[in-house]
């Protein structure tokens, strides 16, 4: 038997690395009961010649014909430094053609810690019968649904799924692998500074996903948070009239500005509003009533303010969008001063010098909404966020040897790791968010909102999302057509849905004959239950959560989520810094009101304006700090890092090992390297003029390979940045 593990600050050499024992998939047939492990040590073999930072462990054992095949191996660090186990292979009597590879890429904790023994099953499928010594042996690997485990390991596979679960107390040290649950208590910091006390998100008052529980010590001023401390713990491993819905008393006329009348002298007269309806000519970027209940809160803030927005586009002949009407709220303030609402409607047919710079300080201000909504809502909430839960789950409920823990497993690499560094200085008190966004302090309680409004598993796969969005029709026969045809998030990112999809169905029908399979996995059902109820705590009793009773729903909602560690999370992220870091072209927040906004300060403020436009519009875009902390975090988060694993290139081990799993894979593989091809087709097809033309970027981010840095392209299986 040989191990493969990277020591940190240490020499292995002549040293007992590792205590093993070897765990038979039998019972012993006199007892019934498990048969004793054959315990043995590993030690310095050698350095890969290859990866010269890697070491190679080797350990001899003995292993009677009667002991059967081997199931599990357990594992102990015997030195005092911490230890990146990659593999443990077995070859009998040397035999490589028969050699068993067992599941590594885990932690060892170091000798110093706790004595629990690390778990590792194999991850090969085969039926392999080889003579050792003078015995035949005949050895079956692979990976198992709960009622198919083998009997001598049922018992290793319940207690790791509980060693890794919690219960929901006690500290974590920066060993354990305890996957549980938190609300987002961490990210004020109130002994500091009182000015940096958040609320918690999570709960009634502000609904929002669970995070990984770290157990820190409380706050002393604020018992519902937890105190800062020196690391965070990760286990190791679209309708027309417009009309608000908001409460009229509190937040002024529903009806909007945007005016029937307005809209057809917007488009020319080419044709009425019901007929652009009709002809789906007609498109909105609608913040309103998302951004209006932050706006008096928000304007108490020193530099920055806010609006609730619309913003209408209308649909050219030659596909493009062209906004034609930006309306900016203002809600009911507080007596006297600001006690009634105003609200406005800007538009580009304005040739005077007055209403033309009006004009671009009103895009500024729309900008700077969909910039914050896009990071707190489209990036951070329905990524990053909302997939945690779907990963603490996993660990807690399945067995690294169940087969959709290895379906899902290189779609959850690294994402916690960087959710915890987002949650100390991205997403918390005095982050960058907060520093460099309009909602401020307030950004969070934004994303919660938008997660209480608006989130719905059921609607993250790409088809439903489009549907919903008006940005898509299913026809009778179940296709899709795309009301802008020249889309190419949605052209490009259909592809790699169904591509997803096809991957996905021939993996789970290969391990689920029936339905009965379904609802018959206790811990798949376990996994998914605990998603809804704990993950997902605060949306528990919605009525659109899928139901994993068939095949097809088990299909469905693992292709969502694959869907959204791999390509949402790609096109949302890797295009940010060459679209949006020339702040210009996204700010990120708007720090002074429209000088035409009713109020005790429009005479003079219009009078300031008007003397020199061009320093109103700079004063309104973010200050040179926020301009280059933006810029040098978007060039950051636009990277690709050089072991990445691409969607449709890297092949699992436990994947490659099984026949008919390593066919599926490389149909997909096939399949994202057609998508390519056409991808490329359609950046140099110059009828497609929002992907080719001057100055048009040709859209790539469904590309799947990417070098690294910041190249615009690439698909990696997981939100790892």
Sequence with gaps: MKATVKVEHTDPSNRKVLHLELVSSDLDSETGKEKTSIPGDAYYWGTDPIRGHEFLLEAIFDVPVSFGPIGAVLVENEVDKKMFLINIVVSPDNNESASVTFEGNSWIKPKSGDTVKHVFFPLKYSSIEFKYMHDWFDMVVQSYLPSETPPGVESLRDSELKATSGDGSGARNKWDRIYDYEVYNDLSKPDIDDNLTRPVLGGDV????????????????????????????????EEFPFVSKLDEKEYGPRESGLTKELI????????????????????????????LPFVNDVRELDGTTLYGSRTLFFLTEQGTLRPIAIELTRPKGKPPILAEAWSQVFTPQQWDGTGSWVWKLAKAHVLAHDSGYHQLVNHWLRTHCCVEPYIIAANRQLSRMHPIFRLLHPHFRYTMQINAKS?????????????????????????????????????????????????????????????????????????????IKEWTSDYVKHYYSSAADVTGDKELNGWWDEVRTQGHADKKDEPWWPKLDSRESLVQVLTSIMWVTSGHHAAVNFAQYPLAGYFLNRPTIARKKMPVEEGPDRAEHMADFRAKPEKELLEVFPSQFQAVLVMTVLHVLSSHWPDEQHMGRHMEPAWEADPIIKSAFEKLQDNMLKNEGIIDERNEAEDLKNRCGAGVMPYELFKRSSGAGDTGKGLPYSISI
């Design 264 to 291: 057809e002298e917007q488009i020319g007269q080419a044709m009425t509003v019901e007929e652009a309806v009709e002809k789906k000519k007609l498109f909105m970027l609608d913040y309103h009533d998302m951004l």
């Design 423 to 499: 949650r100390e200085k991205l997403i918390n008190a005095d982050g960058i968010i907060e520093r460099a966004f309009s909602p401020g302090r307030y950004s969070m309680m934004l994303s919660s909102a938008a997660y209480k409004e608006h989130w719905r598993f059921d609607m993250e796969a790409l088809p439903a999302d489009l549907i919903r969005r008006g940005m898509a029709v299913e026809e009778e026969d179940g296709t899709l057509t795309l009301t802008i045809k020249d889309y190419p998030y949605a052209n490009d990112g259909l592809l790699v849905w169904e591509s």
């Design 206 to 237: 502000h609904p929002y996903p669970r995070r990984c529980r770290t157990g820190r010590l409380r706050s002393d001023k604020d018992p519902s948070s937890e105190k800062a401390g020196n690391y965070v713990y990760v286990p190791k491993d």
